[in-house]
DNA sequence: TCATATTTGGTGCATATACACCTATTTCAC
DNA sequence: GTGAAATAGGTGTATATGCACCAAATATGA
């Protein structure tokens, strides 16, 4: 009675490892967007730290590393080119120990340089993918983070 | 007469960047699995790396790194630590520029060993999103490594 | 008040990732 | 047969990732 679906037994096979398929996935999506951000000077992951910064106004390094589901040791080390290259931007607060990361005009203005190949990149993926699959991958991506996380 | 579909014009937002979510999911899921998988001492990527060795046999290290759809600089470092541990070995044949890559019989016994703890993630995983959603994402990410990756 | 727990962030280490560039071997055209 | 092209693999460098452990500042409670 159990596995009346033959997809359930597929899954426990290791080719539908979740971590695998995700892992290779994240490999090539990175180079695509890498390569599409090329002329910007910007990794992927660089643009994304830099908009949602942005996006979401000054806030304190840990703050950041779970708006992002990131370690905070591995966002302390994604900050460093991008502050080097003065495009983020390390603030004080009365609790010395607060480090509030904030993005500068020049960050502003790569960010903007860099959306529109961005934008390219994204729409080849949602042309590739189909327009009616993306968003629900998008959603089980983010399903996943909710179920498996662990905040 | 474009954009019918709301969920189309979301897309085009940063939020819904696929380099982004699919980064972000693999964070959570490799550290999911590397915890689960942390009493055999592997991590989820060796794990995955030695269970393609074991299922496809001995193969060319250019070869391995196509099927993980990995680059092969990143493979030939990836290989380090599980040659040290001696789970895989390297093979030669005439073509004396070729490096075969197999599994020995300890790298067979840790895969072994580690299954159990891997299928406990799997199963995890395939509750929290949910038996009927988890075909379709692994579907989908398969589409997105056809359709962007440069093979 | 002051000792302790909590919070905030950093370092050392190891792995994961890939581009640019390199060497060695083999193949192929002539 | 020999020189160029193609193939197989490695190194240098830089970023990305997180665990174990550490230091400093703050909050808490007796």
Redesign the interface.
């Known amino acids: 009675m159990t596995n009346s679906?033959p997809?359930?037994d597929?899954?426990?096979d290791?080719g539908?490892?979740?971590?695998?398929?995700?892992?290779?996935?994240?490999?090539?999506?990175?180079?695509?967007?890498d390569a599409a951000l090329k002329p910007t000077g910007l990794r992927?992951?660089q643009f994304?730290l830099l908009?949602v910064v942005e996006?979401r106004g000054e806030m304190p390094l840990s703050k950041l590393a779970d708006v992002?589901?990131?370690?905070r040791t591995t966002l302390t080390r994604n900050l460093q080119p991008l502050i080097k290259n003065r495009w983020l931007s390390i603030g004080r607060e009365a609790d010395e120990r607060v480090k509030l990361v904030s993005i500068s005009p020049a960050g502003k203005a790569i960010v903007a340089e860099a959306m529109p190949f961005?934008?390219q990149?994204?729409?080849?993926?949602?042309a590739?993918?189909g327009?009616?699959?993306?968003?629900?991958?998008?959603k089980?991506?983010?399903?996943?983070?909710d179920?498996?996380?662990?905040s």
């Open positions: 679906n997809d359930l597929e899954l426990t290791v539908f490892c979740a971590h695998a398929n995700l892992r290779r996935a994240m490999r090539v999506t990175s180079q695509f967007y992927a992951t994304t908009a996006r992002l589901v990131m370690d961005w934008r990149a994204q729409d080849q993926v949602i590739g993918l327009g009616e699959r993306m968003p629900g991958m998008i089980d991506l983010r399903a996943l983070v179920v498996v996380g662990g």
